[in-house]
């Protein structure tokens, strides 16, 4: 595994929660608990996709008589629509 060396700034709380986990001893420095806790952050949105994934797999596998009507389509996305133009006023 290759090491890319980077410099950062962190929050006081940010900070603070790294250095209890070194003290701790969870991690034995800062860069190990950077690190340790982004993999655990990254995996915990692996886990999330893979289950949304499987979700949406399963609700298209239904059979089309079980699908629950959302109305038009511009129905769903009238609000982005709305979102978008309040932005565009903006500029």
Do not use: C, H, I
């Amino acid at each position: 595994m290759s090491v890319q060396k980077q410099s950062v700034s962190f929050t006081d709380t940010a900070y603070t929660f790294a250095r209890e986990l070194v003290e701790a001893g969870e991690y034995p420095n800062m860069s190990a608990a950077v690190s340790g806790e982004l993999a655990k952050a990254k995996a915990e949105r692996d886990r999330e996709q893979s289950l949304l994934e499987a979700e949406l797999e399963r609700r298209m596998a239904l059979p089309l008589d079980q699908w629950e009507p959302v109305g038009k389509a511009t129905d769903v996305t009238a609000g982005a629509r709305a979102r978008l133009a309040a932005v565009a006023q903006k500029t």
